[in-house]
């Protein structure tokens, strides 16, 4: 199976230096990089059937649709799978949003960015087997 990451953040030195950090940690066979959450929920809808079982990088806070809604679109989409682990990322303190994660049945985990090489490597060993 393919080892596939998707990032999802409006910020595109965000999405750079994650993107660098994942591919110096060689664990993943392809990076996916979306800085528009529509940009990513048109891919998630136009998936194709082995595209599936990808863990998804997904920034809290972007204007338009934030995370939270983008996950509500997302599970509108696909329903309810757990081929797909999503991990959110915030640069937040604020505690609402480590709550949110914690008790959202689709959200598999929040981490800080920027991420280090020892997250990316915990996350692959823990979610894409």
Not at 55 to 62: E, Q, R, T
Not at 70 to 85: C, V
Not at 92 to 104: F, G, H, N, V, W
Request: no cysteine; glycine share 4%; hydrophobic share 40%.
């Amino acid at each position: 199976m393919k080892k596939r990451i998707v990032l999802i953040d409006d910020d595109k030195t965000t999405n750079h230096l994650n993107k660098f950090t994942i591919e110096r940690s060689n664990v993943a066979n392809e990076v996916i990089i979306f800085d528009s959450p529509l940009g990513a929920l048109d891919y998630f809808k136009n998936r194709s059937d082995e595209e599936k079982g990808s863990l998804i990088l997904l920034d809290i806070n972007m204007p338009i649709m934030d995370g939270w809604e983008f996950l509500k679109h997302y599970i509108s989409l696909n329903g309810y799978t757990t081929a797909d682990k999503v991990v959110m990322l915030t640069s937040s303190i604020d505690p609402r949003d480590q709550e949110l994660a914690k008790e959202s049945e689709f959200v598999s985990d929040i981490k800080f960015k920027p991420l280090s090489l020892k997250t990316i490597n915990d996350l692959v060993k823990t979610y894409l087997k």
